[in-house]
């Protein structure tokens, strides 16, 4: 199964049969300077066992093996999971890592695929955040990470060693107290359409029966997608954005822009809370993480939001959150929100 792939590689799931692939890296002691101790080959099956079976525990995450995309031919091993570590402030992390056999070291594989593998957490993961840690003489892994995005941290110690410290940030991931907001790339939202939960089950979220209603899947196919499409990186402004539950890792609402800002920096908003979570103030707390990632934004201005005047919920929202009445018309409220200087 191939995880993601460069314009030279493809990341893919290890099987049994890569087991001496698995044992070429994991028990060169060269390879392994920077990393852990080399194992025998017993050991290195064993360790290539536990992580296959990681990857039902974690679709998501594993280590995998890393191969030339035109000949197939097995290059190395990549790695984005979670950081092992005895500081309880740091349990949750996420750390990605690479080894290369010798023969492929000076190629440009490593900042290549540490390039693509930082975005398959962003993109596919929705990681708001991913780090890398490194042996303070392993200098020129510092460099692929610098040259990858990464931003280098003070120095962390584990057990009698200090150790380099980088992380990199999600722009388009919203976190706040209890929600996690994000954007679907155009492949996420075909399977948000799709019935049997395909899309919870690919974002490792917690499925309950989300149906989609025929007009729903009718305008999302027929005008949100096809905008996606033009749009290019600009499809945040299209794209629904799920608020997910941090704790249950269940969607709770979604929320999202109707179209790019204009020139002078106005844009609207548009949200809704699925049945069985409203009441629960998740969406006050998710517009205002929305309204926060709008304000990081040099072309936002200006937020306007549209609510039924018979729908209070929905008008105490946006009270909340500092929108004020600009006009009624029918039975509609117009409300706008100025991004503070």
Not at 67 to 87: C, H, L, N, R, Y
Not at 125 to 141: C, D, F, G, H, Y
Not at 166 to 180: A, D, G, K, M
Request: glycine share 8%; charged share 25%; net charge positive.
């Amino acid at each position: 199964m191939v995880i993601f792939e460069t314009n030279r590689l493809l990341i893919r799931r290890y099987t049994l049969a890569d087991e001496a692939n698995f044992f070429a890296i994991n028990g060169d002691a060269e390879i392994m300077r920077y990393i852990r101790e080399p194992r025998d080959r017993q050991e290195c099956l064993i360790f290539l066992r536990r992580n296959i079976q990681f990857y039902e525990q974690h679709p998501l995450m594993g280590r995998w093996a890393m191969a030339e995309k035109d000949s197939g031919t097995f290059v190395g091993s990549f790695a984005i999971i979670p950081v092992e570590t005895t500081d309880p402030k740091r349990h949750t992390e996420i750390q990605l890592g690479y080894a290369l056999l010798k023969d492929y070291w000076g190629r440009g594989y490593a900042t290549e695929s540490t390039l693509a593998g930082r975005r398959y957490a962003f993109d596919t993961m929705k990681l708001p955040q991913i780090v890398a840690i490194t042996e303070q003489e392993n200098i020129a892994s510092q460099k692929v990470l610098l040259r990858s995005g990464f931003k280098k941290q003070p120095d962390i110690r584990e057990g009698n060693k200090m150790l380099c410290y980088f992380t990199s940030h999600n722009p388009n991931v919203i976190e706040t107290e209890r929600l996690h907001l994000f954007p679907l790339t155009i492949n996420q939202l075909e399977l948000y359409l799709k019935a049997g939960d395909q899309l919870e089950k690919a974002l490792g979220l917690t499925p309950f029966g989300r149906t989609v209603s025929p007009p729903v899947a009718s305008r999302v196919s027929q005008i949100t997608l096809p905008a996606m499409e033009r749009a290019g990186d600009d499809y945040l402004f299209h794209t629904f954005w799920l608020v997910v539950d941090k704790q249950s890792k269940v969607i709770v609402a979604e929320i999202g822009f109707k179209g790019v800002p204009t020139a002078s920096g106005e844009v609207e908003i548009g949200y809704g809370t699925m049945p069985a979570m409203q009441n629960k103030g998740y969406m006050t707390e998710a517009v205002k993480g929305l309204l926060q990632w709008a304000a990081s934004r040099p072309d936002i201005k200006t937020v306007f939001a549209e609510t039924r005047a018979d729908n209070k919920p929905s008008i105490r929202v946006v009270e909340k959150n500092g929108f004020v009445l600009l006009s009624s018309l029918g039975g509609n409220l117009w409300w706008r929100y100025t991004i503070p200087m």
